[in-house]
């Protein structure tokens, strides 16, 4: 296809159908059409595209079978090539690839292709059209909501991810390209004949109702795999900001997850424990309790008859959450570098905070230590529980915790059966996240309804999964304790300074104009007055918009604080429908109230400044080798009469780095220079002899001076911007 082809889609896409051997023929048959007719277009609309045979229709099939066999081998290696610099080239890497296919083409008798002019417009030509007939003609696998289909969801990513990160580069391109054709081409009137192709080429179980959009976007964050599953988790937990239906459907991440094999589960245990679950455990069921994006959790019994929850994580999962960060890393730096919000909002630095945290998730000994040490912030907490871990049968793949039996803390249902009152545990649950936030700075960072349960016989709250935590300073905690009080109190002018002092500006900010603006949109959502209070998430995000606005951005490890108490009011409301933001804030500042006299306490305060005299002295202790070291430097300087002296100039540092690039450039366009002078000449010569092999080897020299000719183009497109592009972020080109 003269556009994004079937077999990189087949190739890329997660379907769990495809073409098998005893119907791949009526995909080749219905691509083999498309092809004929993209290239009977381009030969009776384009000028520059002549056909030389007496049999037409006969030439045209020929040249279509014969493109497919040439797209087949050629083209999955030039996207290999050439897919990662999709962004960087605005997509024209596309259409440069279909250039160079078309260009193959015509060095059959059969076609001639009259100048670099007819070529550049065919190919575009045919991209659009190849594309076009692509989506009507049902050429993409269909999007189906079906068991046999989450079965297989994200399989291929982990093996595609460990083997190069430009097939998995190549993976991601076909299955956004698979979602967007759906997107893009489910109309009414053509979804019938669509489905009806789509149901003929892929043996498929299309349904003849449409899927929604927020189905859609589940299937598409499930097919991309697990680093965007979590992602959609992320954005499901703040699910106040998102209409119902997304809720709903983004909710299903947080469970409806493919479990994977026994086999696998034995082998990670046995891989890093040392002996299989049969060993270690006196029971161990197969069956999976839970399945995650990143592990799944298994029961099992001690040999002492204690009951424990077994998490192992999914084999492999490391090396493809890594290529999937770095691809997100690079394409939010391209972002940065063309797009004023990316710029402003500091997207690849929130691109790589997201992939550190998720990468520290897949070491369990992080995850068995943030767990002892929330166990001893929340134990004296009254109602709140974090379980315990074992330590020796717990490492860096498999961790065994203390089983909890109880519910979601959003299950009210079950919770008002058990004869709990709802009051209590919110108010437990906000006590703890004070003590966690506010009072240690060490906190439990994702806690969304699934990671906060509700044990019915023990009557208390238990936090789950410690993968994701954040840590603040002193400072910090100080003013979010003031940030908390003023929301409490309405002091709007209070919570603009408060939020402003945990920040820092990217650009010169306007500090009037951000009080003002701030008094204006925040101040109406916090009035206790009003019929309807927001949620902490909407005020939270209209006060970060405000803050970005100003030339202001947080912190990352404060945008977690905000996160987790946002997460915190939620499940507050969630256990008491009419507790809202002012509700939370009230709740929040009567617990500071009661904590903090204790945190500061006599003994608290002999304690932080036994601490800080052995940190100072260490400290002491470490400066005093090396200025010892400085000051002989500086005499055996002066002995000899020299006085050294640094200059650092920043414009010319960027400046030399700028151009440092620019050398090696040149040098490649002079051997580019080369090639074009040396294959211009080979591809005049000529024979009188049409079928002579000179013939033959002027046309394959036109072909590699067709492809040298654009690399050329492209390098003096690089050296120039090179040249003259601004600066961006940071001083940095």
Known sequence: MLGPTVAHVEQAGPAPFGPSGRFAWRVILVQLAADALVIAVLILVLPGFELHSSHKLLSVVWLAVLFGLVSALVRPALEFMLLPYVLQTLGLVLFAINAVLLALLALTPTLEIRGVGALAVGAVLAAVLGFFLTSVLGLTPPVVDATSAASSRGTPAVKLAALSERLRVMQLYGILLQYAVDFSFDWKWLRPFRHRMQRWIWQAPVSKEPLSAPVKA??????????????????????????????????????????????????????????????????????????????????????????VAVKVQRPKIHVQLQSDVTILTRAAAVLERRAAWAAESGLQEVVREFGTTLLRELDYRIEAYNTRRLEEILAPIDGVHVPGYDPE?????????????????????????????????????????????????????????????????????????????????????????????????????????????????????????????????????????????????????????????????????????????????????????????????RLGGDALEELVPGAVGSAAIKSAARRGAVRAAGGMMDAVPAARRTAAAWIAQLQKGEIPVSVRVPELELSQAHLGAVPRLFAAAVLLAGMLVGFAIAATIQSPDSSSFRNDLADVALVLFLIAAAVSMTLLVVLVWRLVRPAGRGGAR
């Open 218 to 307: 589940r299937l598409l964050l499930q097919d991309l795999g697990p680093t965007y599953v979590k992602l959609g988790q992320i954005i499901s937990s703040e699910s106040r900001v998102l209409p119902l239906a997304w809720e709903r459907e983004l909710a299903k991440l947080q469970s409806d997850v493919r479990p994977f094999a026994y086999d696998e589960v034995r082998t990670v245990i046995e891989g890093d424990l040392g002996e299989p679950p049969e060993t270690l455990y006196r029971a161990f069921n197969p069956e999976p309790l839970a399945a995650a994006s990143l592990a799944q959790v298994h029961e099992a019994t001690m040999h002492d008859g204690r009951r």
């Open 393 to 585: 049968l717990s490492g860096g793949h498999v961790l065994t915790l203390e089983f909890i039996d109880g519910v979601k803390s959003s299950d009210r249902d079950e919770i008002d059966a058990a004869g709990l009152s709802r009051e209590e545990l919110a108010r437990n649950l906000v006590r703890g996240a004070v003590q966690m936030v506010m009072i240690h700075g060490f906190f439990h960072a994702d806690p969304h309804p699934g990671n906060v349960v509700v044990e019915l016989d023990n009557r208390r709250l238990t936090f789950l999964d410690a993968g994701m935590v954040g840590e603040l300073d002193v400072r910090q905690r100080v003013t979010f304790a003031r940030f908390l009080l003023a929301f409490r109190d309405q002091d709007v002018t209070e919570l603009a300074l408060t939020l402003r002092s945990l920040s820092t500006p990217f650009r010169p900010p306007d500090d009037d104009a951000y009080v003002r603006r701030f008094e204006r949109r925040i101040g109406p959502l916090i009035d206790v007055s009003a019929q309807q209070a927001p949620s902490i998430e909407r005020l939270v995000s209209e006060a970060v918009d405000v803050l970005r606005g100003a030339g202001y951005h947080l912190d990352s490890q404060l945008t977690l604080a905000l996160k987790a108490v946002a997460q915190a009011a939620e499940i507050t409301t969630a256990l008491v429908p009419q507790y809202g933001a002012s509700d939370f804030a």
